[in-house]
C-alpha cells in the first residue's frame, strides 16, 4: 500500500518570496515516481514536477523543485519567487505498480494563497 | 495537444438516477482512472482500467461501476445515485509508464449534485 502525507493545510507566502510545501511518503515499492500537480480554483489538474525514486538528481522545472530525500521519504516542492498566479491546491502524488500500471495515491493537498 | 475529456462540467441529477460520467481520451494511454475530489480528503481513486474490458476497483468502489468497451473511453456508472455521491470527478489517463514528461493527464472535471 502506498501513502501520501501532506500535512499543511493551507500556505501563505508574501509574492516574489520562496515556500516549500511538504510532502512524506511511504511505499513498499522498491521503484516508484513522486508528482506535484496544481490546482486553481478553475479545477483542472496541472501537472508541474515529477522525481523518480532512482534518479540521484533532485528534479526542476523552472521555478518548480522537489526537495527529494529518499532516506526521509520525503519529497517537498520549492517554489522559487512566488507569483499571483501560484494561489491554488497542490497535490502530492506517488505512483506505484498495480495491474501493470503505475497507479497514482494522492494526498490530501495544501491551500497555497500568494499575497501581494 | 493531448485531451482527456470528460462529457460534462456540471450535472445535477436527482436521488436513485443512473448517471452517466464519460471519459474520453486522444493519446491512445493504455491506463485510466477515475477519482473523486471532496475537500480535506484529496483525491480517491474509484476504478481504474489498464486495457479495454479490464477493470479494477480502487479505494472507494462502493456504489460505482466502470466500463471500458473501447480504449479512449472510459465511463464511470452511478447505479443509484444518493446524496453521498455529490463530489468533484476526476478522470485521467496515462501511458503503461507514467514518465517525467507527461505524468497522468487529467480531464477537466465534472461536479455532480444529487439532490
Known amino acids: 500500500a502506498q501513502k501520501i502525507t501532506q500535512t499543511q493545510p493551507g500556505m501563505f507566502v508574501q509574492e516574489k518570496e520562496a515556500v516549500t510545501l511538504d510532502c512524506t511518503y511511504d511505499?513498499?515499492?522498491?521503484?516508484?515516481?513522486l508528482f506535484w500537480y496544481k490546482q486553481p480554483s478553475s479545477g483542472e489538474m496541472i501537472f508541474l514536477i515529477y522525481?523518480?525514486?532512482?534518479?540521484?538528481q533532485n528534479a526542476t522545472e523552472g521555478r518548480y523543485s522537489l526537495n527529494f530525500q529518499k532516506a526521509r521519504k520525503s519529497a517537498n516542492l520549492v517554489i522559487s519567487a512566488s507569483q499571483l498566479g501560484d494561489s491554488a491546491m497542490y497535490f502530492c502524488?506517488?505512483?506505484?505498480?498495480?495491474?501493470?500500471?503505475?497507479?497514482?495515491?494522492f494526498g490530501r493537498g495544501t491551500s497555497l494563497i500568494v499575497h501581494p | 495537444d493531448v485531451k482527456v475529456t470528460q462529457s460534462s462540467r456540471y450535472l445535477v441529477k436527482r436521488t436513485g438516477e443512473k448517471v452517466f460520467l464519460e471519459c474520453v481520451q486522444d493519446m491512445d494511454h493504455e491506463n485510466m482512472f477515475w477519482y473523486r475530489q471532496d475537500p480535506g480528503l484529496g483525491l480517491r481513486l474509484i476504478y481504474f482500467s489498464y486495457d479495454v474490458k479490464m477493470k479494477e476497483k480502487g479505494d472507494i468502489p462502493e456504489g460505482y461501476s466502470v466500463s471500458r468497451e473501447k480504449k479512449e473511453r472510459f465511463s464511470l456508472i452511478l447505479e443509484s445515485a444518493s446524496t453521498n455521491q455529490t463530489s468533484m470527478y476526476l478522470c485521467a489517463s496515462t501511458t503503461g509508464d507514467a514518465s517525467e514528461h507527461y505524468g497522468y493527464t487529467f480531464g477537466s472535471g465534472t461536479r455532480l449534485t444529487v439532490v
Open positions: 502524488a506517488i505512483g506505484g505498480r498495480g495491474g501493470g500500471s503505475y497507479i497514482p495515491t
Open positions: 511505499t513498499s515499492d522498491p521503484s516508484y515516481g
Open positions: 522525481q523518480g525514486s532512482y534518479d540521484q
